[in-house]
């Protein structure tokens, strides 16, 4: 190991780069689809050893700040390249009007995600001293980019690198203590510590001792982990609120399809068919279903202006079945004369009663840069640019609370697309919800691990929350999972169908999370710094 870390501390120039995002890419398999958690013990050394490359011998603290930066980001760059290539999918779906852009999304977005690992690793460098304080300090740095990266310009905190430490129903416990963002600390410490055994240079003994205790910490804390989250599972009780009985429609309609005004009656007479079973099912109907529900922007066309569609709907529904759906919606805005002056356009989720009236609305609030809006819209808008989904003038976001409250149903929290990321999004609005709704469309990503990363990130706010999570896709992948964040049944990637299933239940006490997220991270803010200066002002540098 001493011959490994030295040879990464040598190694300059493009080689150096070469094998941090080499690194930083690898370090995808800990998550979503893949969970290979373990292969973090691999390559957060491998990064903690080409800083400790540029900061030996090198007595200016800007200097090593510069050259850290530069490391950190290679890694960081092949880390969210990896990860969110997927994104590139998009792009393809009007491929006459936006394959042009594949270049810059594709690796214009990870470049720019990997600056929050650079800042944080260039922080790291300046405060670079020999022993266990260059670990403790890259750990801090590191985590605090990554709450940063989930706030700074709207945020995008996906893929977070605390997610690594969720890859299975026992270690996704933690995160009901300590949220996504604190797991970031603790996956940092943990899977850097084998660093913590050798230094490119030989030091004193006792700080191969500290480093071996440090590392046996770690393993301690992993371990205790996971017990802790299988002991809790074990406790768990599987309850659902009685007298709620959902479906989940999945009609699997490709993004190619989705908008071309051809297809609306085609794609509206799929939903109503899935929506009573499929055509294999013509028995089952909708008995015994009291809430029906759609994914995001489910229809092709303005439903509240369709009076047809709106009687469709009313003949679909039994008596006191509630439909809630995705749905764009329009408000005018007009001048004192009643001419139109602005269409307001929103993402939106309906709740339809029987008649197919609409009781409540939410409108999203977190929209997506560059697929629902544009920065600078109307300047970019004047000389030719559009966002993905094409909508003069964007989106507009919603104004009110997070909150809905369905006939027939407990208060919810309603989620569209990747509003579910965002883990202090979900009781923001001060209510007390017992479930969380998201409805999304995933089909702009085709069947790639995008995906496959939103569900698990989605099943985490469960566990951080405690409540439990009714998932609607259009391609999939539509699921219901409870409070502990297990997949009580789902319907695949890519395929068309319809989900039955009971409403989970709520625990019946907030989680340490819901209680107190900001401040569990706050503390662990503050004992990684505390434990970064302490050490690092030890004359052995330990």
Not at 5 to 29: E, I, K, N, P
Request: with cysteine; proline share 6%.
């Amino acid at each position: 190991m001493q011959r490994v870390a030295a040879a990464l501390a040598g190694l300059t120039g493009w080689r150096r780069a070469a094998v941090a995002f080499v690194a930083g890419a690898a370090s995808v398999l800990a998550l979503a689809p893949f969970h290979i958690w373990y292969i973090l013990f691999l390559t957060l050394p491998v990064w903690v050893w080409l800083i400790d490359g540029v900061c030996t011998g090198t007595p200016s603290a800007v200097s090593r700040a510069r050259h850290s930066a530069l490391t950190g980001w290679f890694f960081g760059f092949g880390y969210f390249l990896a990860g969110l290539y997927w994104v590139g999918a998009s792009f393809l779906v009007e491929a006459d009007k936006f394959a042009w852009l594949l270049p810059l999304a594709v690796l214009g977005l990870p470049a720019g995600l990997a600056l929050f690992f650079a800042i944080g690793s260039g922080i790291a460098g300046a405060m670079w001293r020999p022993g266990l304080s260059r670990l403790v300090g890259l750990t801090f740095a590191i985590a605090m980019g990554e709450i940063a990266r989930g706030t700074v310009l709207t945020g995008l905190p996906w893929n977070i690198i605390g997610y690594a430490l969720t890859a299975n129903d026992a270690m996704m416990q933690w995160a009901s203590v300590f949220g996504v963002y604190g797991l970031s600390f603790l996956a940092m410490a943990i899977f850097s510590s084998p660093a913590a055994l050798v230094e490119p240079t030989q030091h004193p003994r006792h700080r191969a001792v500290a480093g071996v205790a440090y590392l046996l910490a770690m393993m301690f804390v992993l371990s205790g982990g996971w017990a802790w989250g299988k002991m809790r599972l074990d406790g768990a009780l599987d309850k659902s609120v009685p007298g709620v009985r959902l479906r989940l429609v999945q009609p699997n309609i490709p993004q190619t399809e989705k908008w071309k005004p051809d297809k609306a009656a085609a794609i509206f007479a799929k939903y109503l068919e899935v929506s009573r079973g499929g055509p294999s099912a013509s028995g089952r109907n909708l008995e015994g279903i009291t809430h029906l529900i759609w994914p995001e922007s489910a229809l092709p066309f303005l439903l509240a202006d369709s009076t047809e569609a709106l009687g469709a709907i009313a003949d679909l529904l039994p008596d006191d079945t509630v439909l809630l759906t995705g749905q764009a919606r329009a408000r005018d805005e007009l001048n004192p004369d009643g001419s139109l002056k602005i269409r307001h356009i929103y993402n939106s989720l309906f709740v339809m009663d029987d008649r197919a009236q609409i009781v409540s609305i939410y409108d999203k609030l977190h929209l997506v840069p560059f697929g629902e809006y544009l920065p600078f819209q109307a300047a970019l808008e004047a000389i030719g640019l559009e966002q993905l989904t094409r909508v003069h003038g964007g989106f507009t976001p919603g104004g009110g609370k997070r909150f809905l409250q369905p006939p027939r149903a407990p208060g919810l929290v309603p989620l569209i697309c990747y509003e579910v990321i965002f883990p202090h999004a979900i009781t923001a609005g001060g209510t007390n919800p017992e479930w969380m709704l998201n409805v999304t469309n995933d089909a702009w990503f085709g069947t790639n691990t995008g995906p496959y990363q939103h569900l698990h990130q989605a099943r985490v706010r469960a566990v951080e929350q405690g409540l439990p999570l009714i998932r609607a896709a259009n391609t999939g992948i539509s699921a219901g999972v409870d409070a502990y964040g297990r997949i009580a049944s789902a319907l695949p990637l890519g395929v068309e169908g319809a989900l039955d299933l009971s409403l989970p239940a709520a625990l019946e006490a907030k989680t340490v999370f819901a209680r107190f997220g900001v401040v569990i991270e706050m503390i662990l803010a503050g004992l990684f710094l505390g434990c970064w200066l302490f050490s690092a002002m030890r004359p052995s540098g330990a």
